[in-house]
């Protein structure tokens, strides 16, 4: 049995033996891809081609080896991948992920869940898991920082770095989707049964004429799947340049300036002569960050509340500068509004 892949059981001591089926295995999630599909735009029936050829798309292995769960919530395809040489002949494979409760509230919520190797960070909004990173070790304030703003967190505040323990469920959540799944082979097991001997060759008779009459009518409808996802490739990567183009187009429109850099001395200053009078010097401006210097020897904390109330205000961060007495404060702009000319 390989390291990463081992009987629930084993993985989770809170669960017995009793609670897990010996044919079914767990994904570590540090050997997982997790990517999500948003199908809303597309017909029902046109759903499962478009969705084959963006797991074709996004996984990193060879067909043969590649290996996903897929799991709907609403119009919301939520997919793991990884590579199918991992898995073990004859278990059922489920994912790590999905043995973790998610929360409760259907509020956009951002969380840090401890794996069995690593920990795995959540950002769930109605029911939904739309984003997921793992991490070796416990992320670094920056690497938080980034994985909140790339999931749409606008508050100055990020949340607190800490994995929390949550419940661990004896069932995935979820209904596992299965996108390739033969209906012949199912009506096929669903008649075979234990009859006499002259009832199986007359059903093997009259079984084979409607397996050659539904192959072919199998073979039509994979005809038309390939033309309608050869008729949906096209759209779907024009969607993706467009909205790539639309993202570098809202990143540039957010560093169009807005203030100049006296309206900023101005507000600056005014927040500096309620709290310091007489104490901004050693003004430094560039792009995104604004420097400068206070002969002061104010509460930081008090300073720093002032200061993000500014419209124009991302971050604030304040130190004792070189000379006894004073403080360097500086202020990182916030990108929705642009920085100053």
């Known amino acids: 049995m390989r390291p990463m892949q081992r009987q629930f059981s084993e993985m989770m001591p809170a669960l017995t033996k009793a ?8 994904i570590a999630r540090c050997q997982c891809i997790y990517a999500t599909f948003d199908a809303a735009p597309l017909p029902r029936n046109e759903r499962n081609a478009a969705l084959r050829l963006h797991l074709q798309r996004i996984t990193p292995y060879p067909s043969a080896e590649t290996a996903y769960q897929i799991v709907w919530q609403q119009q919301l395809a939520q997919i793991w991948i990884w590579n199918s040489k991992q898995e073990e002949t004859g278990r059922t494979a489920v994912v790590e992920s999905r043995y973790y409760a998610p929360p ?12 069995v190797q690593g920990v795995e960070a959540q950002y769930w909004s109605e029911e939904r898991l739309l984003a997921s990173q793992w991490f070796s070790i416990l992320p670094t304030e920056q690497q938080w920082r980034y994985f909140c703003r790339s999931t749409g967190f606008k508050a100055a ?8 323990e949550h419940a661990q469920l004896t069932k995935p959540w979820g209904k596992t989707f299965r996108l390739q799944q033969s209906e012949l082979n199912h009506r096929l097991l669903s008649r075979v049964g234990w009859v006499g001997a002259w009832s199986l060759i007359a059903l093997f008779s009259w079984q084979t004429s409607q397996w050659w009459q539904e192959a072919e009518q199998l073979e039509l409808l994979e005809q038309q799947n390939r033309q309608r996802a050869q008729q949906l490739e096209r759209p779907l990567r024009d969607k993706q340049s467009a909205e790539t183009a639309r993202q570098q187009l809202q990143q540039l429109v957010r560093y169009i300036p807005e203030h100049s850099q006296l309206q900023l001395m101005m507000q600056v200053l005014q927040v500096s002569q309620q709290l310091a009078p007489d104490s901004l010097y050693n003004w430094n401006y560039h792009p995104r960050q604004l420097t400068f210097t206070l002969n002061s020897d104010i509460d930081p904390l008090t300073l720093i509340q002032h200061y993000q109330q500014l419209p124009w205000v991302g971050e604030v961060r304040s130190r004792p500068a070189a000379r006894q007495g004073e ?14 000319s």
């Open 19 to 26: 609670m897990w089926p010996r044919k079914q295995a767990v």
């Open 104 to 115: 409760e509230s259907q509020l956009p919520q951002w969380r840090l869940v401890s794996c």
């Open 157 to 164: 505040t990020l949340p607190q770095i800490s994995v929390s």
């Open 327 to 340: 403080l360097m404060i500086e202020i990182r702009f916030a990108a929705q509004n642009g920085a100053a």
